[in-house]
């Protein structure tokens, strides 16, 4: 391990590498399942969100890894401007997604869904 002063004269170690629980590819996800799940997602959490309206639309182009890319259009009114929101929504079926680690991604963040 590099003391004070290797890295002084410029020795430097790699640091581990970081994993993140549930990020890693998904061999077997299917179109479907990430297409039910982002239906039952919208319905639970764009649902209940104050808005005029939320518009869901498919974003193949984000497919990555076995998520699927969607973007939902939120309007609130007034004077605040519509925003998108891009999602990849692994390709698994919903169940699967509540009781396990595996990670959606809101907007580049990572995140799990909770249990339900």
Same mark, same amino acid.
């Given at each position: 391990?590099p003391?004070?002063?290797?890295?002084?004269? +410029?020795?430097?170690s790699?640091?581990?590498?970081?994993i /993140?629980?549930g990020?890693?590819?998904i061999?077997?996800?299917?179109?479907?399942?990430?297409?039910?799940? $982002?239906?039952? #997602?919208y319905?639970?959490?764009? +649902?209940?969100?104050?808005l005029?309206?939320?518009? $869901?639309?498919?974003a193949? /182009?984000?497919?990555?890894?076995?998520?699927?890319? #969607?973007?939902?259009?939120?309007?609130? +009114? +007034?004077?605040?401007?519509?925003?998108?929101?891009?999602?990849? $929504?692994?390709?698994?079926?919903v169940?699967?997604?509540?009781?396990?680690?595996?990670? $959606? #991604?809101?907007?580049?963040?990572?995140?799990?869904?909770a249990?339900?």
């Open positions: 391990m003391t004070h002063e290797d890295q002084a004269r +410029g020795v430097t790699s640091p581990a590498p970081v /993140n629980p990020s890693e590819a061999r077997a996800a299917l179109k479907e399942h990430a297409d039910e799940a $982002m239906r039952t #997602y319905r639970e959490v764009v +649902g209940e969100a104050p005029e309206q939320a518009q $869901m639309r498919r193949s /182009n984000l497919d990555e890894h076995g998520r699927f890319g #969607y973007v939902l259009t939120l309007t609130a +009114g +007034g004077d605040v401007a519509p925003r998108d929101v891009e999602i990849l $929504m692994p390709g698994l079926p169940d699967m997604l509540r009781q396990s680690m595996t990670r $959606m #991604y809101v907007d580049d963040s990572s995140w799990t869904w249990r339900g």
